[in-house]
């Protein structure tokens, strides 16, 4: 494996809303626009390693990192963690590591993230792959069960979290299950959830998303090809990308189609700018 390939990784202490956190990440360097991906709840950077499999990304720069509360990352008060805290996070993770115009790539809770980093300065974002990201009150399927299975003992509510999930006909769920103890804190779900569950509510995601400039794409899997929002998303300019055999996790169900798409969409944006 080539140097450029390789990633390195890096811990990056923070204060961000006067809470310190320590961001455990993976980088490498490289020529061209920077590729940033942003995981979704209860996974972690690891999701996106295989890009060094890629060789169509193969001397991109590239930055992954976990969530504060998720994977190897911390934060001193894991009540905090909300998703407009997570924006102001990766604003700091980036400006860190010196990044200001990017490719980015989100997957749910990630793809929320990087949906509202854009809208606050949409000249960043050379494109913008949204991996079943929240636009619509519909995505909430996993974090509004913080209402309607509401625990007290957040550990409990974890449990029965995986277990649900666990148990659904959908493909990734039972992968995604077993790890959800080892790459998530219980402490941090219930306000993570509970803003998931408000911006999709009430955040205009879907307009917010449509009315970015930079080609953008949302990517979803073949067996959530129900999503009543999808004819908007064409109508308003996005492209959409299904992929086969997988839900909600490409990445766990069919990562060649994933990243096939990804590649796709960055080169094609490269171009355009």
């Known amino acids: 494996m080539s140097p450029v390939r390789k990633l390195e990784r890096f811990t990056l202490p923070l204060t961000v809303e006067g809470t310190r956190v320590e961001v455990s990440g993976l980088h490498r360097g490289g020529t061209g626009t920077p590729l940033v991906f942003l995981h979704g709840f209860g996974s972690t950077k690891e999701d996106y390693a295989d890009i060094v499999q890629q060789k169509r990304l193969a001397d991109r720069p590239v930055l992954a990192y976990d969530a504060p509360g998720c994977g190897a990352s911390t934060c001193a008060d894991l009540g905090a963690i909300s998703v407009p805290y997570l924006v102001s996070v990766a604003e700091q993770v980036l400006g860190a590591r010196q990044i200001d115009r990017f490719h980015v790539v989100g997957h749910s809770m990630g793809g929320l993230t990087a949906l509202l980093l854009a809208d606050r300065d949409p000249r960043r974002v050379a494109s913008f792959t949204n991996i079943e990201g929240n636009v619509a009150p519909e995505d ?5 069960q913080i209402v309607t299975h509401a625990h007290d003992n957040p550990d409990e509510f974890l449990t029965r979290f995986a277990e649900r999930v666990g148990d659904s006909r959908f493909y990734g769920g039972a992968l995604y ?3 959800l103890p080892h790459k998530v ?4 779900v219930r306000a993570i959830f509970e803003s998931m569950v408000d911006l999709s509510d009430h955040g205009k995601l879907l307009d917010r998303f449509l009315r970015l400039p930079a080609p953008k ?3 979803y899997g073949e067996q959530n090809n129900t999503l009543s929002y999808l004819p908007a998303l064409t ?20 990562p060649p189609q994933m990243w096939a798409r990804i590649a796709d969409l960055v080169s094609r944006a490269d171009t355009r700018s």
């Open 177 to 179: 299950a077993s790890s």
């Open 235 to 254: 109508e308003g300019g996005a492209e959409l990308a299904e992929i086969e055999h997988c839900a909600h996790f490409p990445m766990y169900s069919n």
């Open 140 to 144: 909430c399927f996993l974090s509004r």
């Open 185 to 188: 804190r219980a402490g941090a």
């Open 217 to 219: 794409m949302f990517m």
